[in-house]
Nanobody, 119 residues
Framework: QVQLVESGGGLVQAGGSLRLDCAAS????????VAWFRQAPGKEREFVAA???????THADPVKGRFTISRDNGVNTVYLQMNSLIPEDTALYYC?????????????WGQGTQVTVSS
């Protein structure tokens, strides 16, 4: 019911910053839990961060202290601020949504946006 579109990816040197946007339409976005995942070629999909409808968030260990997830329900958008980027952050980044934090699976996915970090 919720459609998601990611943007903001690009090529950046190590130590730089990017902000990814996940824009949503349809559904009741303000009540959804939204997460960022990433996948590099030949690697498994990896959880990055998630945020619930109240703004509570969690971040995976490899990005703690460097990435921050946030949301603006007024414009139906979730953000991922990425600082101190390292080459290991290079991946296709997806956002995904589910209606409740306790819902088992993320059923709504965007198409992804590419992040490439050069050394």
């Amino acid at each position: 019911q919720v459609q998601l579109v990611e943007s903001g990816g690009g090529l950046v040197q190590a130590g730089g910053s990017l902000r990814l946007d996940c824009a949503a339409s349809g559904g009741t976005f303000s009540t959804y839990t939204v997460a960022w995942f990433r996948q590099a070629p030949g690697k498994e999909r990896e959880f990055v961060a998630a945020i619930n409808g109240n703004g509570g968030s969690t971040h995976a260990d490899p990005v703690k202290g460097r990435f921050t997830i946030s949301r603006d329900n007024g414009v139906n958008t979730v953000y991922l601020q990425m600082n101190s980027l390292i080459p290991e952050d290079t991946a296709l980044y997806y956002c995904a949504a589910k209606p409740h934090w306790f819902t088992r699976d993320y059923a709504n996915w965007g198409q992804g946006t590419q992040v490439t970090v050069s050394s």
